[in-house]
């Protein structure tokens, strides 16, 4: 697939361009210089196309084996030579059937096979010194503008993205105006490298994938913590919105996956499990919705019943193709924190005001930073213009309400309503999309029939509010753990504190202090083995445990504990009854960060 960014290289010469981007601009310009560089020291390669994408850019070239790492300095650093040379970017136009001569002398196959696609008299080519691509442009003004970059991987890629077209070699590379975002962006890097869940989710003992369920993660422990903090949280706090939770089988009869229209457009996403004495065909639900209309539908439901809400911590699969499944990121097995709201139209309003000081409440308690895209009616849709409107107004208004700022994804909503997306910004800056609420005006009430009875005595059918505000669990987790680099707040952390003695003689005050920790409900452990302190105290900080308890004489005497929090390079010494009220404290209010201990 072309996509937007590629586009600048399929069009045309006399369209005006869309305001540059400086970054975006740079980046392409970047993309042209590597180019010149890889034609300069690989003679027999060819050039495919380098847009620029979010970051950086890419160029793709046909040549038989791929880039090495020696090969990537070269560049680079031929590169420099040429930004040093200050050439100019320098645009001309020609007819197309020229150019497709002047592409074919230069021995420029996807040029050419890009002209023959592009149905226009004139095109325009952008030169600087001896290298000429097909591009609409727009460029910097020359290669001296392009100082702040680096080459940074190269990976196999298909032509235009079809594994039926030939292999070629893309080399990703990112550009900055400024020297200190450059560097900012590497360390970025670097420190995504050190957080990468995958990792730490080894290290941390947290969770692992097997062969045998490619995709579905295995909780370890230490990560069913996080799983089990996580929905306590939730469930916390939807019992005091008023939301009543469910769960709808996981293994359902395909007729309801016909009835909801799944079957015929979502088939090659589902398992399916065939029941051979029965003769019938199964699927694991990819989603909830529709089965929570048979909770809803079990009895007649009146105006004043509304709103009804519905939640479920609800474990679906979905059939990802093997090469795409991403640590927890991207999984075939997950557990949504999904909820379906059932309202009246006039309730739309007040429930979606209500989410989104729901999604502020969550988010907030972890650090994470929400924007929102409210998403319009596209052109084809389902439903009558005044129920949109009263739909997108409710939205508009609980925005408003909750005093929010909001970009405009006009047209960007489902076919059945309008929705807002929600992504969080983490430490790093990185931004993930997590929350979804969609107004559902007609597809699963109409579909799977649902109704309640209006203060007029006519049956109507009510408007469903689907939501996720974790997204998954398992990507939620996922997002967490980068996010905190491992170093979770003391109420999500697997182990809160660790007990050390400082030798075999105050084991048994450890032992003791141990259980009063564990009494107190404290997810505590007993480091005791005969192993070196700083030995013991450095693997707690590894395993970045919140609170480390070094006990010995002194301690022993006054029944107190040296306590060190994590990431601090001093130790105060405490009653162990002051630490656990302390800790109770941290741990009651999910503080984000941890507070015992700090000042003494
Ligand atoms: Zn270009
Ligand atoms: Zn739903």
């Known amino acids: 697939m072309i996509n937007s960014e590629e586009d600048r290289h399929l069009k045309l010469a006399g369209e005006a361009d869309c305001a540059p981007e400086p970054l975006p601009t740079l980046r392409h310009s970047t993309a042209h210089l590597m180019a010149q560089a890889v034609t300069q020291i690989f003679p027999e390669v060819k050039v495919a196309i380098g847009p620029a994408i979010e970051d950086g850019f890419y160029y793709d070239f046909a040549k038989p ?55 226009a008299p004139t095109v325009s080519l952008y030169r600087q010194g001896d290298f000429v691509d097909l591009c609409r ?13 680096k080459l940074l991987s190269s990976s196999g890629a298909y032509w235009r993205g079809s594994e039926k077209n030939p292999m070629l070699q893309r080399i990703y590379g990112t550009a900055w105006l400024t020297k200190e975002d450059l560097d900012k962006y590497l360390w970025r890097l670097e420190e995504a490298k050190k957080r990468d869940h995958r990792k730490l989710g080894r290290e941390l003992d947290l969770f692992e994938f097997h062969d045998i369920s490619p995709g579905a993660p295995f909780w370890l422990p230490g990560g069913m913590v996080l799983v089990r903090e996580l929905e306590k949280y939730a469930r916390a706090s ?42 019938e065909t199964f699927c694991l639900k990819p989603m909830n919705c529709p089965e929570s209309t048979y909770v809803y539908g079990r009895t007649v439901r009146s105006y ?50 209500d989410l989104l000081d729901l999604v502020r409440e969550w988010y907030g ?64 800056g990185r931004q993930w999309q997590l929350a979804t609420i969609q107004v559902d005006l007609t597809m699963l009430p109409e579909r799977m029939q649902c109704e309640y009875i209006d203060s007029d005595g006519q049956p109507k059918r009510p408007v469903v509010i689907h939501r996720a505000i974790f997204g998954s669990y398992e990507r939620f987790i996922a997002i967490l753990t980068e996010h905190f680099a491992g170093a979770f707040p003391t109420w999500l952390a697997p182990v809160q504190a660790r007990v050390l ?10 032992r003791a202090v141990h259980a ?19 030995y013991r105290i450095r693997e707690a900080q590894v395993h970045k445990v919140p609170y480390t308890l070094v006990v010995g004489e002194r301690e022993a005497q006054h ?31 999910r503080s984000a960060t941890l507070t015992v201990g700090r000042s003494g």
């Not at 050439?87 to 230069?106: C, Q």
């Not at 919105?241 to 589902?270: C, D, F």
């Not at 997950?334 to 005001?353: L, W």
């Not at 508009?396 to 970009?407: G, I, P, S």
């Open 516 to 534: 009063r920790l564990r009494a107190a409900g404290i997810r505590a452990h007993l480091d005791d083995r005969n192993e070196k302190l700083g």
């Open 365 to 428: 308690t972890f650090g994470l930073r929400p924007s929102y895209r409210l998403a319009t009616r596209p052109p084809d849709k389902l439903g009558t213009d005044q129920q949109w409107d009263q739909a997108e107004d409710g939205l508009h208004e609980a925005m408003r309400a909750n005093n929010l700022t909001y970009d405009l994804d006009k047209g960007g909503g489902a076919f059945y309503g309008p929705k807002i997306d929600i992504d969080v910004e983490d430490t790093l």
């Open 137 to 149: 442009g727009p460029h910097v003004a020359s290669t001296g503008a392009i100082r702040f970059f």
């Open 501 to 510: 003695p400082v030798s075999e003689k105050f084991a048994e005050y450890g």
């Open 65 to 119: 084996a791929p880039f090495t790492p020696e090969d990537l300095e070269r560049i680079e650093a031929g590169m420099r030579e040429l930004a040093k040379q200050d050439l100019a970017f320098v645009r001309e136009e020609m007819a197309r059937d020229k150019a497709i001569r002047f592409f074919e002398e230069r021995g420029e196959p996807f040029k050419v096979e890009i002209l023959r696609s592009i149905d």
């Open 304 to 353: 004043r019943d509304l709103p009804i809400r519905y939640s479920e911590m609800g474990r679906c699969h979905r059939n990802e193709r093997s090469g795409t499944l991403t640590g927890l990121i991207r999984v075939r097995q997950f557990t949504q924190d999904d909820a379906h709201i059932y309202c009246r139209p006039d309730q739309v309003q007040s429930e979606i005001t």
């Open 559 to 589: 029944e107190t504990a040296s306590v060190r929090p994590h990431g601090s390079e001093k130790s105060a010494v405490l009653p162990v009854t002051e630490f656990l009220e302390g800790l109770a404290a941290e741990i009651g209010s």
């Open 238 to 279: 939807l019992d005091a919105r008023g939301y009543q939770e469910i769960s709808t089988p996981m293994l359902v009869n395909k007729k309801l996956w016909e009835k909801s229209g799944h079957w015929q457009l979502y088939q090659a996403n589902m398992f399916k499990v065939e029941v051979e004495v029965e003769e």
